[in-house]
């Protein structure tokens, strides 16, 4: 291994950052997520899921995730002076499926509990946890993110490795 | 490649699969979250992965013809999707549908494809509430799934279609089917992802619409077949199958959620099919089912050994609603006993199957009086609701009860049974009258009671159901399998061979030792007997030895031979296996055989022995003891204890229906026997005495007056059925 990184670095101009290195940043950041509950089991089954023939299987789901997640959040923002329960709950129940789908357990949670409120009819908490599910996922979505950006820097690696 | 070889890759890579995982399975998923579907897609093709190349994927990638190799299709539109289904109906396999979409509600779109093209749907959802999974199964679906879906799930999945569409199209054994070239195809709708793989998804539409219309046309041959045959017994055939099938899938369905999840979900299978036969009957089956959701084996121990025409009719009803039942879930095979007059008794005797521990419901009084039964012979379903817990204790006393309400044949208390059901789906095996109880599906135990001896049963009906605690009787649970074609029998020992083994036992009824006699069974059944008397197998097995020998076979059976008291039964349970019960056709078959006396006591016991397990349904199987009665009008009253049988199987059980009865009845007498032993999901393997065979053989032809249930062994033919899941 040292002798690839060495070359690695020698022959690749930009980044100091070794291949292993960023191989070992990316686990770090990953495990933390679990071990904060940002991410769950799903997420691992997400991980097996990508492998040589589906590379970017993590990053296309990632980002699909964050699109929806960011569309439902919109919309639940909205009107938030009338409420629809009804219309609310269907959203944060469709966002509570797609995290869970894509293993984001804090989101998942908090969602869950939005849905409480939103069965209780209960304004106040329905903004409440609006903003909770809010900040969860602004925070997971910030990790996404360097997840994302670590993950193509070592693709990069790999594929100028090969080459 | 063209699409073709891919598609014969595939199927060579597979090799023989399908048996085994059905690689080329399609499906199409619908799921208004696109990160769900795309991580379902994902998954999905991994599952298909399995043996297949990935060189399939690269080529996926690429836009090639994914035709082949793409075997999911998605979309995140429900009428998208009734669409495509519509257009293409070959063209998919299985269809895996979220339950909260915009445009339409989950559960409509699994009844709208349940109805119209008999699909197995699989539902999903983050919302695993137990009454939205109900309603899911409810609605037909095959299974229900939790978001997020695991890998493993999905690949168990392709497990319940293929067997569905296995039995579907022909009583077990279609494999080809199933097979067909499944092939997946990926489309998205959604991303709008590769046009071109619609292109190619047609081609593989018609390659595979080429092998679908080959399954369907098997299927429909199937179809006919067996409607044929059924039509000749009683038309409760056609339904039987299904329900067999259904309680197959329900009962496969229910195995599977056993484990992973919620049994409601293969109910929901079993609903599907059911649905689209027997709407109504089936429904109301299949709501039973789902009540019962547990699989407890129903026991339905359908006796139906009275009258011949009895049987069949009430064999056939029975059974027919057993089937139904079972397919819903749990029926229990009844047995319809032959001898219908002791049917009835042994009906009672089923009852005792209560140990129905969920659903199993035994049917088995029912005796409907529609039902010719005339002379008794009315198979009572006993529905033994028992799940397991002894409820179907219950189911017993009313079912005694029933018995003695009509002194004769009619002890029919069909109704009654057991009131116990507790899920009963129970078919009631009495002819035409549908379960008689339906309360629970379960079995529906048709005891036919041929004389009235009446409470006789009752006291059997202790038949305890015995433990049925868990699945399906016996007999039907694990012999279940066994049955006839059963091989199921999973748990071997249930074998719910159920009685058919007793059914064999006929000759030797008592002996039922199903284990022994079964031969039938198999070794599935394994049932080892149990007790070794015990036919019960393995936990439930049931029942039913022969009652001939008083003491016989049922002390073994007996399950434990605990009551042996002749009882019969039946296999407890095995594991949800049903443990058809029938016993009934102890009961019925001829008429008193008044040597058989000691009938009564056995007949009390069918089902008790149940083993005490599991089965809950176990119960007795009293079979024999309505053969013995029947021969001995003894057992008449016996049999109607007897009878209960066993529904119980688990819903594994019962689906299968077991025919216990030729196979187990090896008699002549016998023939009755068919105990089919549907296996009811619910654990209720009606002694899959096909109704028409009991009708027809087995059930210990109440005609067979002389014959006797012992002879004919059919009393405990019967229903050991559902012991053999």
Redesign the interface.
């Known amino acids: 291994m040292l002798p690839l990184c060495s070359r690695v670095l020698l022959s690749h101009p930009f980044s100091p950052m070794s291949l292993m290195a960023l191989r070992e940043q990316l686990n770090m950041l990953v495990n933390s997520m679990y071990i904060e509950g940002l991410l769950d089991q799903?997420f691992q089954?997400?991980q097996?899921?990508q492998d040589?023939?589906?590379p970017g299987?993590v990053a296309?789901?990632i980002n699909?995730?964050c699109?929806?997640a960011e569309r439902i959040l919109t919309e639940l923002t909205k009107d938030q002076a009338v409420v629809d329960f009804q219309k609310v709950d269907?959203y944060v129940?469709?966002l509570?499926?797609?995290s869970?789908?894509?293993?984001a357990q804090n989101v998942k949670l908090a969602c869950i509990q939005f849905r409480q409120f939103c069965e209780e009819n209960n304004k106040d908490g329905c903004l409440n946890a609006l903003n909770v599910v809010k900040h969860h996922y602004y925070l997971l979505r910030n990790k996404f993110d360097t997840m994302l950006q670590l993950e193509q820097r070592i693709q990069a690696y790999d594929s100028k490795q090969q080459n | 490649m063209t699409v073709e070889e891919r598609k014969g890759h595939l199927m060579r890579e597979e090799g023989g699969q399908n048996d085994q995982f059905p690689v080329g399975m399609r499906v199409l998923a619908v799921d208004?979250?696109?990160?769900?579907l795309?991580?379902?897609e994902?998954?999905l093709l991994?599952c298909r992965y399995h043996g297949a190349k990935?060189e399939s994927?690269?080529l996926l990638?690429e836009g090639f013809n994914v035709d082949h190799f793409v075997p999911v299709t998605t979309t995140n539109q429900a009428t998208v999707a009734l669409k495509l289904l519509r257009e293409n109906r070959d063209k998919f396999d299985l269809v895996i549908s979220?339950v909260?979409m915009?445009d339409m509600d989950g559960f409509k779109l699994l009844e709208l494809v349940g109805l119209e093209m008999d699909l197995p749907v699989i539902m999903l959802?983050?919302?695993g509430e137990t009454k939205t999974v109900m309603k899911g199964i409810a609605h037909g679906a095959c299974d229900y799934l939790l978001?997020?879906?695991?890998?493993e799930e999905l690949k168990n999945i392709w497990q319940h279609v293929v067997r569905r569409r296995k039995f579907s199209h022909k009583d077990y054994s279609n494999f080809d089917n199933g097979e067909e070239s499944e092939r997946h195809q990926i489309v998205s709708s959604e991303g709008g992802q590769d046009l071109n793989i619609s292109g190619s998804t047609n081609q593989n539409g018609k390659l595979s619409r080429k092998r679908k219309d080959q399954n369907e046309e098997d299927e429909d041959d199937c179809e006919e077949n067996v409607q044929e045959n059924e039509d000749l017994t009683t038309q409760k055939k056609p339904r039987v199958v299904w329900s067999i099938d259904l309680h197959r899938k329900f009962v496969a369905a229910v195995n599977q959620l056993g484990i992973d999840k919620a049994v409601p979900k293969r109910i929901l299978e079993l609903m599907n099919v059911e649905r689209l036969t027997r709407e109504n009957k089936y429904r109301l089956y299949l709501k039973r089912l789902s009540t019962v959701a547990s699989q407890q084996a129903n026991m339905v121990a359908t006796f139906g050994g009275s009258d011949p025409s009895y049987l069949h009719m009430s064999s056939l009803d029975g059974f027919g609603s057993l089937h139904v039942l079972a397919a819903s879930g749990h029926l229990p095979a009844l047995t319809s006993l032959q001898s219908s007059k002791v049917l009835d008794r042994a009906i009672t005797g089923g009852l005792g199957n209560h140990g129905f521990t969920s659903s199993r419901i035994v049917q088995v009084g029912h005796n409907n009086t529609s039902t010719p039964c005339n002379d008794l012979n009315r198979f009572q379903h006993i529905n033994l609701p028992g799940n397991q817990h002894g409820s179907l204790l219950q189911g017993i006393p009313t079912s005694l009860e029933l018995e003695q309400l009509q002194p004769r044949r009619i002890q029919e208390a069909n109704s009654h049974f057991p009131g116990g059901f507790s899920d009963n789906k129970l078919a009631t095996a009495t002819p035409g009258s549908s379960f008689v109880n339906g309360t629970n599906s379960s079995f529906i135990s048709q005891t036919l009671r041929q004389q009235a001896h009446p409470r006789r049963f009752i006291n059997h009906s202790s038949i305890r159901a015995t433990p049925i605690s868990t699945h399906p009787f016996h007999v039907g649970s694990e012999c279940s399998s066994h049955f006839p074609d059963l091989g199921r029998c999973k748990d071997t020992r249930k074998c719910a061979v159920p009685l058919t083994a007793y059914a064999t036992n006929t000759s030797s009824m008592g002996s039922f030792t199903t284990d022994d006699e079964c031969p039938k069974f198999k070794d599935n059944l394994t049932i080892s007997q149990r007790d070794t008397n015990i036919p019960t197998i393995s936990s439930t097995s049931f029942m039913a030895a022969p009652p001939r020998d008083p003491s016989i076979g049922r002390d073994r059976q007996c399950q434990a031979n605990s009551s042996i008291g002749r009882t019969m039964l039946l296999p407890t349970t095995m594991d949800r296996e049903m443990k058809f019960v029938n016993f009934s056709s102890a009961g019925n078959s001829k008429e008193r055989l008044e040597p058989k006396d000691i009938y009564i006591d056995e007949n009390d016991i069918t089902i008790s022995s149940f083993s005490s397990s599991t089965m809950s349904n176990n119960f007795m199987i009293d079979p024999f003891s309505g053969n013995q009665m029947m021969n001995n009008s003894h057992y008449n009253k016996r049999m109607d204890k007897s009878i209960i049988s066993l529904t119980t199987a688990s819903s594994s059980i019962l689906q299968e229906n077991f025919k216990i009865d030729d196979s187990t009845v090896d008699d002549p007498q016998k023939d009755t026997y068919d105990l089919e032993i549907t296996k009811l999901q619910g654990g209720i393997v009606i002694g899959g005495c096909n109704l028409d065979d009991l009708v027809n053989s087995s059930m210990i032809k109440p005609e067979r007056d002389e014959i006797s249930l012992m002879d004919s062994d059919t009393g405990c033919d019967f229903y050991p059925l559902g012991a053999c899941m």
């Open positions: 799903q089954q997400l097996m899921l040589a023939s589906s299987f296309e789901v699909l995730f699109e929806d269907a129940h469709q509570k499926g797609s869970s789908s894509v293993g | 208004d979250d696109p990160t769900c795309r991580v379902l994902a998954l991994r990935a994927f690269d990638k979220d909260h915009p959802s983050v919302n978001k997020p879906v695991r890998v």
